[in-house]
């Protein structure tokens, strides 16, 4: 008799086989999943950006200042490794690869305080990408691993067509600016593209989402691709429009990046935002 109560009382206590077998885990509704909509751009979009990247820059001007010396001499060292050591450019360009982004992150985080009309703070902007740092180390890695691969196309472009050898520095410079290498300037400009187009969807506005919204690298690399294939003749322009500022910038001993570069930082936190649109609260 006592038995047969406690069997009644753990039927009662435990769930039965269908009960289990309709058990559903909790998931949360769709809508609390953060949603964004890439926008549709102008031609025009990207002097705006330009504008209001110029006003930031003028609005703290200590910052800029900071960010655009570091910009200058990372150029200057990238400039004297060439001329001496062509060999270890690639490394060079590695490691500048891997501490610009960061140094992007400061300026992002300006623009980003002017936006929401947050006190601007030097030792913020200076420091903010700890807070991002493993999404930020990811996103690098792909970037660096575009670089290697593009700095390998390169060499196997030079091999094919300098059989005798690698040419010096001196040699690389009058076989880029020959006229009668005409097969090698284009075999070597769209390896070159190909790659350059590679990094600037990647990065185009990863690295200010990552700061706005700490996701990570690949959602925000997928969204930065999104962006360049929805709106692919403005983000070319655009494109074009960052490789003139620059090339204009590295002419006088590359001393324009001191303006420059904070200003075209400043204009890609701009684009990012006019170009997604978060749907959440948040």
Not at 86 to 92: K, N, R
Not at 238 to 262: D, Q
């Amino acid at each position: 008799m006592l038995m047969n109560q406690n069997q009644a009382s753990n039927s009662n206590n435990s769930p039965s086989v269908q009960e289990a077998n309709d058990y559903v885990p909790y998931v949360p509704p769709a809508s609390d999943v953060p949603k964004k909509e890439i926008l549709k751009l102008n031609f025009s979009d990207p002097f705006i950006w330009l504008r209001k990247g110029w006003q930031d820059l003028l609005s703290f001007k200590s910052c800029t200042t900071f960010f655009g010396v570091c910009f200058f001499v990372m150029a200057v060292v990238l400039g004297i490794v060439f001329r001496n050591k062509p060999e270890y450019t690639m490394s060079i360009v590695s490691g500048c690869l891997l501490l610009g982004p960061f140094l992007a992150l400061g300026l992002y985080e300006v623009s980003r305080r002017n936006e929401l009309g947050l006190p601007k703070s030097f030792i913020q902007s200076t420091t903010c990408w700890r807070n991002h740092i493993r999404s930020m180390g990811m996103l690098v890695l792909v970037l660096i691993v575009l670089e290697l691969l593009w700095g390998r196309a390169s060499l196997v472009v030079f091999a094919v067509f300098f059989n005798t050898g690698m040419p010096s520095t001196t040699g690389v410079m009058e076989a880029i600016f020959n006229a009668q290498n005409l097969e090698f300037l284009l075999v070597y400009a769209m390896v070159g593209g190909v790659f350059a187009a590679l990094v600037f969807a990647v990065s185009v506005v990863s690295i200010p989402m990552i700061l706005d919204r700490d996701t990570d690298a690949i959602s925000a690399a997928i969204t930065s691709i999104q962006v360049v294939f929805v709106n692919l003749p403005v983000m070319l322009l655009w494109g074009a429009l960052l490789t003139v500022l620059v090339a204009v910038a590295l002419i006088p001993a590359g001393l324009g990046l001191i303006v420059i570069g904070p200003w075209l930082g400043y204009a890609t936190w701009h684009a990012y935002r006019g170009s997604v649109k978060w749907l959440d609260k948040v």
